[in-house]
């Protein structure tokens, strides 16, 4: 990935082949499933370990450098897109995720009611649905 070492480098992180091959593979975008990232990087790499994909997924998002996402029901899955606070829509029919900008100006989702004492920095918001294929399916099975 151009930039990617001294990206890595900005946030305090050695660079290694692993993480630049995991940075490379979440700039393609998309919201990927560790086995999804670990095939890919394995394309980049003669060998990596599940483990060591694991590993680099969590220092990038320690570094704000990458986000993990748990959708209910859903393995964990992971994008480059980290530090904005934007959100997603996930299909309930196939399970595909979109992202969601979050509202210019005022975000009263960062402005809770009561917060029990804590400094809030970022607000985690999950639209279900169905997407335009799964629609058009269920429109076709009635």
Known sequence: MPGGE?????????????????LGVLAEGGHLEVDEITRR????????????????LGALSRAGLS????????????EARAGDNHHHV???????????????????????????????DEAEVTFWGLCPTCQRRRTADV
């Open 90 to 120: 996930v299909c309930r029919g196939c399970g595909e995720i979109a992202d969601i900008d979050c509202a210019v100006g005022a975000a009263p989702c960062l402005d809770p009611n009561t917060a029990h004492g804590f400094e809030v």
């Open 41 to 56: 990087v394995r394309k980049r790499l003669d060998s990596v370990s599940t483990q060591a994909v694991y590993d680099v």
């Open 6 to 22: 001294e990206l890595l480098r900005s946030r305090g992180l050695r660079v290694t082949r692993p993480r630049l091959a995991v």
């Open 67 to 78: 986000r993990r996402l748990e959708p209910a029901g859903s393995p964990a899955r992971y």
